[in-house]
Nanobody
Framework: EVQLVESGGGLVQAGGSLRLSCAAS????????VGWFRQVPGKEREGVSC????????YYADSVKGRFTISSDSAKNTVYLQMNGLKPEDTAVYYC???????????????????WGKGTLVTVSS
């Protein structure tokens, strides 16, 4: 059974940093595209960042390029999202996701995702 458990959310001032963690179980990173979506109440889910070890590619939404970095520790089966230079518009619930055998170019569509964590709230104050 695939499980994704996020942690690391919280309240931070604009310009600050947070690191989100996603503890994954039940699958191998090698076969999946693993990443992060976020959602603001009343808005659609937005693909933030993902990586595919098999495809050797990483994706970042334009809104976070240069500020967020995705990484992983395969020994711990954990994915991280380091978020620097946070802005109030980054406030959202962040979800860890996993999907098997998907071209990374198609990843940012929420309907393409197989597995979702329950989310962790990030609040950036101005």
């Amino acid at each position: 059974e695939v499980q994704l458990v996020e942690s690391g959310g919280g309240l931070v001032q604009a310009g600050g940093s947070l690191r989100l963690s996603c503890a994954a179980s039940g699958f191998s990173f090698d076969e999946y595209v693993v990443g992060w979506f976020r959602q603001v109440p009343g808005k659609e889910r937005e693909g933030v960042s993902c990586f595919s070890p098999r495809q050797g590619k990483t994706y970042y939404a334009d809104s976070v390029k240069g500020r967020f970095t995705i990484s992983s520790d395969s020994a711990k089966n954990t994915v991280y999202l380091q978020m620097n230079g946070l802005k109030p518009e980054d406030t959202a619930v962040y979800y860890c996701t996993a999907v098997r055998n998907l071209l990374i170019s198609l990843w940012s569509y929420p309907n393409a995702i197989d597995y979702w964590g329950k989310g962790t709230l990030v609040t950036v104050s101005s």
